[in-house]
Every structure is written in C-alpha cells, then in structure tokens.
C-alpha cells in the first residue's frame, strides 16, 4: 500500500522538531545509513550519520532554528517544503531565510526514513543580511569560522563555500523571464508565481497553478535552463 500524504509530512516533520529540541542523536537518526544533507544545495553533501551528525554540530546544535511553513508538495515519496527559516545566530543576530527543503523518503523497518535532504537558500544573499547587523556579528562570524574548521576542516570549509557561485544565480533572472512570458512549460502557462530561490545549479520557484500550489526546480547548465520539474502533488 502507497504511503499516504498524512504519513509521508509526519515523517519529515520529526527534522524540524528534533532540531528544536536540539536533540541531536533523534535528528541524525531520521536518515537512512547512506542518507544525504546538501545543505544548502551547492555546497558539499553530507553522506552517512557520521557527516550527517558533523553537519547537525556545526549548523543547528549552536543556535535555534525556527521553520515557518508556507505550504507542502507531496509527489511519490517526496516532501517539498516552502519555508522560511528563523535563524539565531546568537548575541541578537536574526536570520530570515527564504527557503525550498525537499525530502525525498525511504521505507524501513521502523517507518520512513529520510534518504536525502536537499535544502535550497542563497548563501550570499543570507551572508548580506547578515552582515548588516555591523559588528555584533563579529563574534557570532567567529564562532561560526571556528565550528567549520573543526567539524568540516579546511578542504570542507571550502566546499560549503562552493554554494556562493554556480550557474544558477546567472539564470535565475532566465527563469523569472520564462515563467512571466509563460514560455516554462505548458503547465506553468498563467501560472502565478512568488518566491525565486537560486542554489547551486538550480533555480527553485514557488507557483500557483490551476491544480493548486506546487514548487518549480529548473537545472541550468551553459547560462541556459537545461531541465524543468514541477511538484504540485497531482
């Protein structure tokens, strides 16, 4: 029997609470063994509860994470979340992070588990807002530097660092064009369209359209969208 919609947003929901909760071995224990976080996509993934729980110590057990949900797309065994994350960084430093969190789920003997976890934000358009909180972001800055360097080391610090260039900040305006000239796909024709969110090589877009909400990915590749999906959960 298909898993239902109910069961499959039960089972990604767990992320965000054990992550309120800092519960770190509750968090990690949500992916399968070969699990993947590419958090936020362009950086270098995080494979295997070993990685997967490096990445829990560096980027949600220092600060409070709050996931304001705007809407959830289920499509087979996959969840898609339009979010935006609250982010305290500490020392009164606030984040908000426009974001598309897409899971893709597992079953296993104890339910769904988590196989990959993909989450799409714009590192340097959060390094911007963070830096106009002027100099109390030094400290949170240094604390940041130096969980990265301990937990990801220097080869992983430059690797999550990768996420702040790809060929999808050049084609995210492409697709912003596509989607107002209605010239995407033929079901995106008289779509309505929100929050573009560029990642990696990926351009994300949260759409309306007559099957109700769904969330766009478009691969670019060569300064030209190459591949288009939409997940409205028809």
């Known amino acids: 029997m298909p898993p239902t919609t109910e069961e499959l947003v039960a089972a990604v929901e767990q992320s965000p609470r054990a992550a309120a909760a800092h519960d770190r071995a509750s968090w990690v224990g949500l992916f399968t063994d070969d699990g993947r976080v590419e958090d936020p996509v362009g950086s270098r993934p995080h ?10 110590d560096t980027f949600i057990g220092p600060r409070q994470v ?37 899971y893709d789920l597992r079953a296993a003997e104890t339910g769904w588990r988590i196989a990959s976890l993909r989450a799409y ?8 807002e963070f830096l106009r909180n002027g100099p109390k972001s030094l400290p949170v ?10 937990n990801q080391g220097l080869s992983g610090t430059v690797r999550y660092l990768d996420a702040m260039r790809g060929p999808a ?3 995210k305006r492409l697709v912003e064009e596509a989607l107002a000239d209605a010239r995407l796909r033929d079901d ?33 590749e060569k300064g030209a969208i190459r591949d288009v999906s939409l997940f409205d959960g028809q």
């Open 47 to 56: 494979v295997g509860h070993t990685q997967i729980g490096r990445f829990y």
């Open 66 to 102: 709050t996931f304001h949900r705007h809407a959830d797309i289920v499509s087979g065994t996959s969840v898609i979340r339009d979010v935006t994350l609250e982010v305290m960084m500490g020392f009164g430093v606030r984040l908000m992070v426009p974001a598309f969190i897409r």
């Open 121 to 128: 934000w714009e590192l340097p358009a959060m390094l911007t």
């Open 141 to 150: 800055a240094l604390r940041l530097c130096t969980a990265l360097m301990r």
């Open 169 to 171: 900040r050049r084609g």
């Open 188 to 220: 995106l024709r008289n779509c309505q369209w929100r929050k573009v969110v560029a990642a990696g090589d990926t351009v994300a877009a949260s759409v309306t359209t007559s099957s109700g909400r769904g969330v766009v990915f478009a691969e670019i």
